[in-house]
């Protein structure tokens, strides 16, 4: 008799030790797919809309109203394509199609003149799982540049194409190219004009010109970029400009160099630069985020601001960045006294910004 009561305590120890096994590896497991899924359903995109001397005291109600149904309407876009499980890559382009073909904006329609009274537009795109890369600088006939430079990444063996080339190339890939024409606004021809006559002036005053310093300073950028995580943990960045008013000599900025206007790799984070490009690119602002991040163990927040506000301005220069990491944390860092832009979460969370807060 008693032999059988110590067995059955025994049964009931061995029982009762498997089942709180079971229970506890039930438990485990369902933590870790649910982690699994939390980590499948993280996802963001932020985007900008060009940084500068952005003043709430020269904005009016409804100009500042239109910028913010702007980003919200683009933004959404993307928004919507990473919640329908789209890519990174695919939410960055729609994104950034509404803002080039918004006037607001210096990118597509909208974009600024050159001195020669032209427009000359830059993009670039860079994916972050293979750290593949498209380009095109200087081109007068592509209504959506960030197009063409995403079918360069896809459809070409090269990284970056140029002015009429880049056009012969557009035009085989079955690109409508459209008359310049198309890119003009008054208010962006207005500026040239006033930056041209303060030239003017300068030049009558003291012999020297003054294309550079105080024009630039003064100016807002206006150039659009997007960064987004989809929910496959890839990132994308695009970004895309007119560059700066009264440039000449097919001058090219930051914003179609990789690295400098825009760079991604999915082992740290995804940026989209919008500044005084001559900086951006001696800084390597993009890829000098990402570096920061993977060599020296900075947090995207703090990559972001020892570039935006140490290493650029230390050279002179000024502007800012979007930027979203592998994790989903997002940077809107500027050195100016705004930034046009916008950011969404998985959850739909919307945030907009035009001022320093
Ligand atoms: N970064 C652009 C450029 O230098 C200008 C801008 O951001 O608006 O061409």
Redesign the pocket.
Known sequence: MKKIQILTLLIVIFVSFSCKNDTESVKKVTKVASETEQKLENFGIVIHG??GTILKKNMSDSLEAAYKSKLEEAIKVGHNILKNGGTAMEAVTKTINIMEDSPLF?AGKGAVFTHEETNEL?ASVMDGATLNAGAVSGVTQIKNPIDLALEVMNNSPHVMLSGKGAEVFAKEKGFELVDPSYFYTEKRFKSLQRIKDREKAELDHDGTTAFIDPFIKDSK???VGCAALDKNGNLAAGTS?G??TNKRWNRI???PIIGA?TYANNATCAVS??????Y?IRAMVAHDISALMEYKGLSLQEAAKEVIQEKVPALGGD?GIVSIDKDGNVAMEFNTAGMYRAHMNAEGELVIGIYKE
């Open positions: 060009g940084a210096n830059d950028f206006g150039t400009t560059g700066m900025g930051d914003a206007g630069s919008t500044g005084w490009g001559e951006f502007g």
